[in-house]
């Protein structure tokens, strides 16, 4: 059973900085993009970024040039640094893997971590 267990979360001021991490494990042949997601309260969830197994990777307009994902794919982890966060990056952070499975190797499925709130106060 595939699982997503993520870290990091909790309360920063204006302009500082936290590191969100996650890490994959349970039945997993291989991880093809890992990614983070974000939900603020009255709002749809939203990709913030997303690296791929290449290291390609992409990010939010809003987020560009303040948050940094890195993955190690030896271990299925990844992590979000944050850095010059803001009150609207206020959320529920949600990891994101899109992945095969041993017992389904050639169809991919999207899995998800539990969210971790992350709250920045102005």
């Known amino acids: 059973q595939v699982q997503l267990v993520e870290s990091g979360g909790g309360l920063v001021q204006a302009g500082g900085s936290l590191r969100l991490s996650c890490a994959a494990s349970?039945?997993?042949?291989?991880?093809?993009?890992m990614g983070w997601y974000r939900q603020a309260p009255g709002k749809q969830r939203e990709l913030v970024a997303v690296?791929?197994?290449?290291?390609?990777?992409n990010y939010a307009d809003s987020v560009k040039g303040r948050f940094t994902i890195s993955r190690d794919n030896a271990k299925n982890t990844w992590s979000l640094q944050m850095n010059s966060l803001k009150p609207e990056d206020t959320a529920v952070y949600y990891c994101?893997?899109?992945?095969?499975?041993?017992?389904?190797?050639?169809?991919?499925?999207?899995?998800w971590g539990q969210g971790t709130q992350v709250t920045v106060s102005s």
């Open positions: 690296i791929t197994s290449g290291g390609s990777t």
């Open positions: 994101n893997a899109n992945l095969y499975t041993l017992r389904a190797p050639n169809r991919r499925g999207d899995y």
């Open positions: 349970g039945g997993i042949f291989s991880i093809n993009a």
